[in-house]
Structure formats: structure tokens, C-alpha cells
């Protein structure tokens, strides 16, 4: 596992050393649900990994696309249900991070995209028939809205901080409720620049 992890970095480290002003970035963020929502009063988040390719520097900005995903762990201790749930939640998004001259560290963005949301639980009923525990999975998805400040510590690391709104639809069994359709999560992270 050492050896993998080392492995690892040596390769992004010096990906740098080939590449010439690279457009590519990696970020590893802690998620932090918050709100009284399905998620922010059921869930904890895990990890949520993104990269980033920015397409078109501008003066003024960069223009790019992201991809994010999240992990959001819930057990049997923090709920009165009897088995295991997990969200997965996947986001691409165009992003633009602007460029403030006066203030050349600090860089706010803004994104827009959508978010599929994947809700698997597994339950501690046995299933005859197959020999395994009983497992299922729902998938619900919406628009993505994000935004995010980000403060260079060296010309490759920067330190992050994002918010996500997100709105999922829901099925016609499932109440329209405000409790049941929005995603609020801040993100708490370092990044590099590739």
C-alpha cells in the first residue's frame, strides 16, 4: 500500500517536470453537509476528490470543466434503520476561477453543472437464494451550482474552500419538499496544479 501511495505521487510530482504551464489540477477536499436536509441530518461526509481542466486563460480568468465526486457514509449507529447507507455523489461542471491583480493569491470561482446523486443501502436481511446480504440502489440527479476560493500557498498548491448547492428531482412517490430535493455541502480541501 506504501509502495502505491509513493508511486503515486512521484508520478503527479513529476508530470510537472514534462509538462509546460499545465492546465490540469487535482484537489482532495473533506465534505461538510450542512442545512436540515436527507443529507446534512443523516449523513457524514468521507473524501471528495475533483480535477479540473481549465480550457481558455483569459486576463481576467480562467474558463474550464471540473469532475467531483463524494462519498457520504451513514451506519447503523446514526440511524433507527437496520442497515448501512452510503451517497455517492457525482459532478461535472464548466468553472471559470477569476483573477484578482490586486490580490494575486486569492482566486474565486463559480460553477455550473450536474450532480448525480446515487443513494445505496445495505441491509442486514439475508437473501436465501443468492447466499449475500440484501443490497439496493437509487439514483436521483439535478443542476449543480458552485463556489469556491482558493489561496496559492506555493505557484502549485493552494489551499481551497467551495459551497454546492444542488437540486435533485425526485420521484412522484417521494414528496417535493425542500427536505428532499436540496444539497447544501462545503468542502474543505488542498489542490494542485498540475
Known sequence: MK???????LMIFTIKSFAQDSKFSIELNYPIPIDENLIGRSYNGIINAGLKYNFANLDFMNLGVS??????KNTKEDRVQPFDATIYI???????EF?????????????????IVNFRADVDRFNSETNSDVSSSQSENGVNLNF???????????????YDFIK?????????????????LVKIGLGYRL
Do not use: C, M, W
Open 168 to 184: 435533485i428531482g425526485v420521484d412522484n412517490d417521494v414528496p417535493d419538499f425542500k427536505y428532499n430535493t436540496n444539497i447544501n
Open 90 to 96: 457525482f459532478s461535472p461542471r464548466i468553472n471559470s
Open 148 to 162: 469556491g476560493l482558493a489561496y496559492d500557498i506555493t505557484n502549485n498548491l493552494f489551499l481551497q474552500i467551495q
Open 99 to 115: 483573477k484578482i491583480k490586486s490580490l494575486e493569491k486569492l482566486h474565486p470561482s463559480v460553477g455550473l453543472g450536474y450532480s
Open 3 to 9: 509502495q502505491k501511495l509513493l508511486l503515486t505521487f
Open 67 to 72: 469532475l467531483n465526486s463524494g462519498i457520504f
